[in-house]
């Protein structure tokens, strides 16, 4: 059955960074790409067309939360995801293999599935790879993720082995469960599991690639390990992924980690940092973090980042958003959320155009340089308006 789902490699540097195009039935999606997180059907402070404005091309959705509220039938009802919340461009589902790992001792993992009591009421419920794919079908997202086991770090090796095979039989379930009338119109991911075993990743890797599913994962990551383990692991485990299919990097992570990320293969992202930092005060700017709460900004003129081009950074000072910040006012909570996430979808664009223009090395250097000097913040940052 032939589908509208590929992936066209258009340029990739001797390190192996590459710039793609992963064509859906909703539309183009370039690659690198982040993705801004709207677990619960909504990226948090932000309207749709407040994220078209800043070209986000894709959002994730993600089948734990929305199963429990409002649910996956209920929302079926009003049309899919899609016209629930008034997005038309592709979305991505995340299969709650996170979310159920994070439930600790609310969750029983067995063979079938996983059964879990609800954080919202205490009501018992199973979440099986024939039920995610379900939940997924019903939400009518773009791109589907399959069920999988996230293990915890740290873990012993035995138990990441049996992890990784359940995780691979799951994936088979996943795609039997398919029903043939969706295969045109939603896509499957594979996640790549195994710790942070080499050997494992690479059976798990090969396990999937067999299956030649529309696109693949890597799971397992930024989930407390140390950042030099997490970086070894990116060094080798994108090529273990097909080179024609786009390679997507789970929940990670900080600018910084972004751009090691692509320099290794990857194509695409989430993270809810961007709009849990600004929640939180801290902003993301080109010459490092900005903790905006701190009474170094209360009286600071400037613009956030000289070199946005943002509508937080066209308008607003430092000290209007430090007040904000303080006095807890919603608007504060909507500029900063909206500057972080143009931020991460912007850095995404520079590195298309710098692996386009076959510049991305150096674009790579030019970053850490800027990123890791605190002691720009302050100088040329300008005023707003």
Known sequence: MSTPFSFELLA????????????????VIETPQFMPVGTSATVKAMTTG?????DAQIILGNVYHLYLRPGHERIAKFGGLHKFMNWDRPILTDSGGFQ???LGELRKITEEGVTFRSHIDGSKHLLSPEKVIEIQEALGSDIMMQFDECPPYPAKRDYVAKSMEMSVRWAERCQKARRDDRRTTQALFGIVQGGMHQDLRQQSAQALAEMDLEGYALGGLSVGEPKELMKEVLSYAPALLPRHKPRYLMGVGKPEDLVMAVSEGI????????TRNARNGQLFTH???VNIKQARYRDDENRLDSEC????????SRAYLHHLFRQREILGLRLMTLHNLHFYLNLMSRMRTALELGQFQQFKEDFYHSYSNPSRANKNSGSPG
């Open 267 to 274: 194509d695409m992202f989430d993270c809810v940092m961007p």
């Open 50 to 54: 407040e994220l078209k404005a800043m």
């Open 309 to 316: 081009s943002c509508e937080t950074c066209q308008n607003y």
């Open 287 to 289: 010459t490092g973090p």
């Open 100 to 102: 159920v790992f994070s």
């Open 12 to 27: 990739e540097d001797a390190c192996g960074a590459r710039r793609g195009r992963f064509h859906t039935s909703r539309g």
